[in-house]
């Protein structure tokens, strides 16, 4: 088992910035990687970012170059810096790993890039 947490959305304006965060606590020495996905009114949810155990990170196109994904093992943390925020970023964001065949996600949370 493994818990999710989210925190860190708001209301920021647009071109503004964010610092999501996802605590993991519970079964967390066997994930591998870390992923942030969002969900957007009436959309789909969609992959925004990956890291994996050994730091390598992966991007959607639409966030490549303004949103970066870290972590922090100590902490057991994964971070997802959010600059240069658009309308189009407004979206509930999730925190997702699997380990096998189940996956985790926490409850999100809400972004809104509005002036």
């Known amino acids: 088992q493994v818990q999710l947490v989210e925190s860190g959305g708001g209301l920021v304006q647009p071109g503004g910035s964010l610092r999501l965060s996802c605590a993991a606590s519970?079964?967390?020495?066997?994930?591998?990687?870390m992923n942030w996905y969002r969900q957007a009114p009436g959309k789909q949810r969609e992959f925004i970012a990956s890291?994996?155990?050994?730091?390598?990170?992966n991007y959607a196109a639409s966030v490549k170059g303004r949103f970066t994904i870290s972590r922090d093992n100590a902490k057991n943390t994964v971070y997802l810096q959010m600059n240069s925020l658009k309308s189009e970023d407004t979206a509930v964001y999730y925190c997702?790993?699997?380990?096998?065949?189940?996956?985790?996600w926490g409850e999100g949370t809400l972004v809104t890039v509005s002036s």
């Open positions: 997702h790993t699997a380990l096998g065949s189940m996956a985790y």
């Open positions: 519970g079964n967390i020495n066997r994930i591998y990687a």
């Open positions: 890291i994996i155990h050994g730091g390598t990170t």
